[in-house]
């Protein structure tokens, strides 16, 4: 399955959906075989507030990082769009 | 997987209990009306019942309902800086409310004040600009037990730039919060116009209802975190983002080249090179009308003792052909009570866009100057081309609460150096930034 884009009329290398398919696949799998239960109450050092799962980067950290970078993604749903670069 | 929230506040009591211990307090309001009602039958006056009345209510309103929810508010000054020429302050606050229930509600505002000189604004004889973009984002979410939902919203302005955008999120957790998987999906409208002249950003702005381009954007967004074990955390997300629309800058001249010279154009040539040898057309940037962007990324939490060691790679690829993977690594120490101190580290690497060109080329086939065949595509802007981003910091903490909460009160400084190779690009070779950040946070 390969996404109907750009990239083919361009004479570029369009990446595949399959490779994304097989990294989830091996990430969920690895998952899988990871983790162990851990009670609630063992779970004094999770609680950690250094442990919490939101981004320790200010929103000028996330905000230089996303114009820096080409890249996107692993951030938050609420970033809204800019015509920073 | 909020781990954090229900563990920080472990002596929350359950939803039950809580409608237990109102029941009660109903029931002791009703009683207690019906003593005052049997002790008027005997010796006392109405007087004596008003007063002993006007006590009763006196001694509830000293003894309101506990107020339960965390309130937190923090603000922000952030500065940047780089070799480019380009610097931006950055103040922001943010507050929310996390109710004893599972709601809460998050409210946050920054204000961009960019001034730009940039090589890419040299090459087009403009002068220096300055702009103030101005972002803001209110959400909710309600999370009772084990399954929560959220909503979103977001808007950004600029003179020449307008993004707002809602969002939805769902959550599960399973097997007493061992794992967690979530959902959300989001959409944004973006509206670009155009200010100044053809030199490039200019005080005056173009109506968007004379000029303007569209840009819509879905993202999709799925996930799964679980416990590893009694001390770590991990994650694993993708995002697919959907976007429709013409995002070619307005300002954004592109020099094109015979194909004679594009081939011996070196890498950070400079704008009077370049101009002395590019051809006589200039036209503006065109980038593709859609793009798919898809990202998978896994993070890793560990908790030793006395430290705490984060981790983030990030892989992604798009349909515009530009492949990129980021890392991240943080490992905060705690020093005391009082402090933490944490080294950063970040490495971006990414190849270029299939179009992207350094040089792109101009054919005239039929010699005739009004003919020119310009490449369908074609961009100047380098986070399109290939490049690759080292950055290093550290941040400190400085927890100046009251002893037994030294965390309600939170002072934050961090420093980060960026180091950018361009490695097919005209007029920069590399840049090097500094962003610096100041932070006051409050918890209650």
């Not at chain 2, 939805?168 to 399973?174: C, E």
């Not at chain 2, 919060?177 to 200010?195: E, M, P, Q, V």
């Not at chain 2, 690594?329 to 490495?347: E, N, V």
């Not at chain 2, 039929?366 to 399109?384: K, Q, S």
């Given at each position: 399955?390969?996404?109907?884009?750009v990239?083919?009329?361009?004479?570029?290398?369009?990446?595949?959906?399959?490779?994304?398919?097989?990294?989830?696949?091996?990430?969920?799998?690895?998952?899988?075989?990871?983790?162990?239960?851990?009670?609630?109450?063992?779970?004094?050092?999770l609680?950690?507030?250094?442990m919490?799962?939101?981004?320790?980067?200010?929103?000028?950290?996330?905000h230089?990082?996303?114009?820096h970078?080409?890249?996107?993604?692993?951030?938050?749903?609420?970033?809204s769009g800019?015509?920073?670069? | 997987?909020?781990?954090?929230?229900?563990?920080?506040?472990?002596?929350?009591?359950?939803?039950?209990?809580?409608v237990?211990v109102?029941?009660?307090?109903?029931?002791?309001?009703?009683?207690?009306?019906?003593?005052?009602?049997?002790s008027?039958?005997?010796?006392?006056?109405?007087?004596?019942?008003?007063?002993g009345?006007?006590?009763?209510?006196?001694?509830?309103?000293?003894?309101?309902?506990e107020?339960?929810?965390?309130?937190?508010?923090?603000?922000e000054?952030?500065?940047?800086?780089?070799?480019?020429?380009?610097t931006?302050?950055?103040?922001?606050?943010?507050?929310?409310?996390?109710?004893?229930?599972?709601?809460?509600?998050?409210?946050?505002?920054?204000?961009?004040?960019?001034?730009?000189?940039?090589a890419?604004?040299?090459?087009?004889a403009?002068?220096?600009?300055?702009?103030?973009?101005?972002?803001?984002?209110?959400?909710g979410?309600?999370?009772?037990h084990?399954?929560?939902?959220?909503?979103?919203?977001?808007?950004?302005?600029?003179p020449?730039?307008?993004?707002?955008?809602?969002?939805?999120?769902m959550?599960?957790?399973?097997?007493?919060?061992?794992?967690?998987?979530?959902?959300?999906?989001?959409?944004?409208?973006?509206?670009?116009?155009?200010c100044?002249?053809?030199?490039?950003?200019?005080?005056?702005?173009?109506?968007?209802?004379?000029?303007?381009?569209?840009?819509?954007?879905?993202?999709?967004?799925?996930?799964?975190s679980?416990?590893?074990?009694?001390?770590s955390?991990?994650?694993?997300?993708?995002?697919?983002?959907?976007?429709?629309?013409?995002?070619?800058?307005?300002?954004?001249?592109?020099p094109?080249?015979?194909?004679?010279?594009?081939?011996?154009?070196?890498?950070g040539?400079?704008?009077?090179?370049?101009?002395?040898?590019?051809?006589?057309?200039?036209?503006?940037?065109?980038?593709?009308?859609?793009?798919?962007?898809?990202?998978?990324?896994?993070?890793?939490?560990?908790?030793y003792?006395?430290?705490?060691?984060?981790?983030?790679?990030?892989f992604?690829?798009?349909?515009?052909?530009?492949?990129?993977?980021?890392?991240?690594?943080?490992?905060?120490?705690?020093?005391?009570?009082r402090?933490a101190?944490?080294?950063?580290a970040?490495?971006?690497?990414?190849?270029?866009?299939?179009?992207?060109?350094?040089?792109?080329?101009?054919?005239?086939?039929?010699?005739?100057?009004?003919?020119w065949?310009l490449?369908?595509?074609?961009?100047?802007?380098?986070?399109?081309?290939?490049?690759?981003?080292?950055?290093?910091?550290?941040?400190?903490?400085?927890y100046?609460?009251?002893e037994?909460?030294p965390?309600?009160?939170q002072?934050?400084?961090?420093?980060?150096?960026?180091?950018?190779?361009?490695?097919?690009?005209?007029?920069?070779?590399?840049?090097?930034?500094?962003?610096?950040?100041?932070t006051?946070?409050?918890?209650?």
């Amino acid at each position: 399955m390969r996404f109907g884009g750009v990239a083919s009329g361009v004479g570029g290398s369009a990446p595949t959906m399959d490779a994304r398919i097989v990294w989830t696949c091996m990430l969920v799998a690895l998952a899988g075989v990871a983790c162990t239960h851990v009670a609630p109450y063992e779970r004094g050092k999770l609680a950690h507030p250094m442990m919490t799962a939101d981004d320790l980067a200010g929103p000028a950290a996330a905000h230089v990082l996303a114009v820096h970078e080409g890249a996107t993604g692993g951030g938050s749903l609420s970033e809204s769009g800019c015509g920073c670069n | 997987m909020q781990l954090t929230a229900s563990a920080r506040r472990p002596s929350r009591p359950c939803l039950p209990s809580l409608v237990a211990v109102a029941a009660l307090l109903v029931a002791t309001a009703e009683v207690q009306p019906a003593r005052g009602s049997d002790s008027s039958d005997t010796d006392q006056t109405s007087t004596a019942r008003e007063e002993g009345s006007a006590n009763r209510k006196k001694a509830e309103d000293k003894s309101p309902l506990e107020d339960t929810a965390t309130k937190h508010a923090s603000m922000e000054l952030a500065g940047y800086s780089d070799s480019d020429h380009v610097t931006v302050v950055t103040p922001s606050i943010a507050a929310g409310i996390d109710n004893v229930s599972g709601g809460s509600l998050n409210a946050s505002y920054l204000v961009d004040i960019v001034s730009a000189a940039s090589a890419d604004i040299v090459s087009t004889a403009s002068r220096r600009w300055e702009e103030v973009r101005q972002a803001g984002s209110l959400s909710g979410q309600y999370k009772p037990h084990d399954f929560g939902v959220g909503v979103g919203s977001s808007v950004s302005r600029e003179p020449d730039y307008l993004s707002y955008g809602v969002y939805a999120t769902m959550v599960k957790d399973f097997d007493e919060k061992n794992w967690t998987l979530n959902f959300g999906y989001g959409f944004s409208h973006d509206t670009a116009g155009r200010c100044g002249g053809e030199g490039g950003p200019g005080p005056s702005c173009t109506p968007f209802s004379v000029f303007s381009r569209d840009l819509q954007r879905g993202s999709f967004n799925a996930g799964i975190s679980w416990v590893v074990d009694r001390a770590s955390l991990a994650s694993v997300s993708s995002d697919l983002v959907i976007e429709n629309g013409d995002q070619s800058k307005v300002y954004r001249y592109i020099p094109m080249f015979s194909p004679s010279v594009a081939a011996g154009i070196p890498n950070g040539a400079s704008i009077d090179y370049v101009n002395s040898v590019r051809l006589p057309e200039r036209p503006l940037e065109q980038l593709p009308l859609e793009r798919h962007r898809f990202a998978l990324t896994g993070r890793y939490a560990h908790r030793y003792d006395g430290s705490t060691l984060r981790l983030e790679e990030r892989f992604y690829d798009d349909d515009w052909g530009l492949v990129a993977s980021t890392t991240d690594a943080r490992w905060i120490f705690d020093l005391g009570k009082r402090f933490a101190f944490w080294p950063h580290a970040r490495l971006h690497v990414q190849g270029g866009a299939s179009f992207w060109e350094k040089a792109y080329v101009s054919n005239n086939p039929n010699g005739d100057a009004n003919t020119w065949d310009l490449p369908l595509y074609r961009t100047g802007d380098r986070e399109l081309g290939p490049l690759w981003t080292t950055e290093g910091g550290m941040g400190l903490k400085w927890y100046l609460g009251k002893e037994a909460e030294p965390r309600s009160w939170q002072l934050g400084f961090s420093g980060d150096a960026m180091y950018t190779a361009y490695l097919d690009d005209l007029y920069v070779s590399s840049r090097t930034a500094f962003l610096g950040a100041l932070t006051l946070e409050a918890e209650w």
